[in-house]
């Protein structure tokens, strides 16, 4: 047993050496024999779950990930050779928005048919253990696409990643490694932007990632209709599915993702169960945009997702673009367990303000002792919430109630008023009588009388009513760092204050944030 358990470990080593290597995360070159938390065993329950489902613990996965949905899918080889899902987890972060990535520092996650061998596993992640996504692949780099270093990892924070927290990953890294012991030389990841299903293929008709998106659900197709790992090649900067030699051929075509595509052809039992499955999606389809399946709304500004069971353990967590099944609601999902540990660093997405069709544009606020008919009382800050939804994006929400980049709500001085000690025309007083000059003297020399009260009484004059200003003033806020105005205002700016930036930039967004 022990020797056993020497050799496994020492195959892990020389399996997985070369990852030791990667960047992206603080990695130090260490003996993989000696790793805990790249040889964690597979837990017993999933161990299980395998033998009832006909699987091997060594036998082969398969990776699809779905950002609308925030949900990655292990898929394990069947003894019967076909693929079965195993195990869906939930995303704790993804960044960006649904879309492939195009550049470096963009945000976005990629989305895609990607390989990953041994080489990619890093068993010294700061982010716990993780796995390079392989990004950019052969089609990426014929569009001129860049990015490095994008993981699929642990914690719950991510800057163009999948966050899947510590407990997941590791997991998931497990069940990686099983599979090359079993001998898979690399195992298919999967990226998708949602579900490849007709409703969701409705809703985003008018996105302009929907050529790239029908071009992969080709590969998504064949998968759903084979179970088994499509191949994968390029050329003419497309993907190509399960291609074969044709039968003429002398030999099997070679592919470049920015040559001519060679002659080649799909099996027939392949491309006649794709074409009737794309039949019955393209004709589901059709009847979902003609009666009028609402389109989706286009991403305003927020930063990617996260499943729902995480979002509900979080204060004031959103989804972000992320939905979860239908039916649960984040209170509902409150009190369940949380299938890993979540951080307190975690940045959750904020959720979609989008301005109302019809909402008016709102109005400074004037901080006051006394409300008048035409001025507003500065509300208390829960209110913001809905400030923010009658105006644009968070970000330049919070520059218009700063004062930073519009003219309508910069602090400024209100005009001179009448002030309330001035005394209403009234009549000449008509001069003291004897009795009220008797009077007078008499309470003067009443024990206890205070003085300072007549001549208070004496002084005062009924006050006129405060007026109205007319010009609104944005009430007193602690100040802060200038945010990034969505243009709407003035273009004028405080003094010191930094230069507008696009509201449609993720660089300046978001670039300072985990």
């Not at 019809?358 to 009382?377: F, G, L, W």
């Not at 919070?398 to 001179?416: C, E, F, N, S, V």
Request: charged share 20%; hydrophobic share 40%; proline share 9%.
């Amino acid at each position: 047993m022990i020797s056993r358990s020497l050799a496994r470990a020492l195959l892990a080593s020389l399996a997985l050496t070369a990852s030791a290597l990667l960047a992206g995360c603080d990695t130090d070159q260490v003996s993989l024999a000696t790793n805990a938390k790249a040889n964690q065993p597979v837990p017993p329950k999933l161990v299980a779950a395998m033998g009832e489902k006909n699987m091997d613990l060594q036998s082969p996965i398969l990776i699809r990930l779905f950002k609308q949905e925030a949900e990655l899918e292990i898929w394990k080889q069947t003894r019967s050779g076909q693929f079965a899902l195993l195990k869906t987890y939930p995303i704790c972060r993804w960044s960006g928005d649904l879309g492939p990535k195009v550049r470096e520092g963009d945000r976005q996650a990629p989305e895609g048919f990607y390989s990953i061998n041994p080489s990619q596993m890093n068993p010294q992640s700061a982010y716990y253990l993780s796995f390079n996504t392989g990004f950019p692949n052969a089609f990426d780099r014929a569009l001129g696409r860049t990015g490095s270093q994008l993981m699929v990892h642990g914690d719950c924070s991510s800057r163009g990643c999948y966050a899947m927290t510590d407990e997941q990953i590791a997991e998931i890294y497990s069940l990686g490694r099983e599979s090359f012991f079993g001998g898979q030389k690399a195992f298919q990841f999967q990226a998708y932007p949602f579900r490849m299903t007709p409703v969701n293929m409705a809703k985003h008709r008018n996105n302009p990632n929907m050529a790239f998106w029908k071009m992969i659900k080709e590969g998504y197709d064949h998968f759903e209709v084979t179970r088994q790992e499509p191949k994968v090649d390029f050329c003419e900067k497309k993907y190509v599915f399960d291609a074969a030699k044709a039968p003429d051929a002398k030999r099997d075509p070679v592919f470049d993702a920015s040559a001519k595509c060679p002659a080649y052809v799909i099996p027939e039992d392949i491309a006649s169960a794709v074409r009737e499955k794309q039949g019955r999606d393209e004709a589901e389809y059709a009847k979902l945009v003609a009666k009028g399946t609402p389109v989706a709304r286009m991403n305003t500004g927020i930063d990617g997702g996260m499943n729902k069971i995480f979002a509900a353990k979080i204060p004031e967590g959103s989804t972000g673009l992320s939905e979860g099944a239908e039916g649960t609601t984040l209170q509902m999902l409150a009190m369940a367990k949380a299938p890993g540990t979540i951080p307190g660093h975690v940045n959750p997405p904020k959720p979609n303000l989008e301005p109302a069709a019809a909402s008016p544009q709102e109005e400074p606020v004037v901080a006051v002792s006394a409300p008048a008919t035409s001025t507003r009382v500065a509300a208390a800050a829960p209110a913001e919430k809905s400030q923010e939804k009658s105006q644009g994006g968070f970000f330049s929400n919070l520059g218009r109630k700063m004062g930073m980049g519009t003219a309508d709500t910069t602090a400024t001085t209100p005009p001179p008023q009448a002030t309330a000690s001035v005394a209403p025309a009234t009549k000449p007083a008509a001069p003291p009588t004897a009795a009220s000059r008797l009077k007078a003297a008499v309470t003067r020399f009443v024990p206890g009388h205070d003085a300072s009260k007549d001549k208070a009484v004496a002084t005062a004059k009924p006050a006129e009513p405060a007026k109205p200003a007319e010009t609104k003033v944005a009430a007193t806020r602690p100040a802060l760092k200038p945010s990034a105005s969505d243009g709407a205002g003035d273009s004028a700016q405080m003094a010191g204050a930094a230069p507008v930036v696009s509201s449609n930039s993720f660089d300046s967004r978001f670039g300072a944030v985990k």
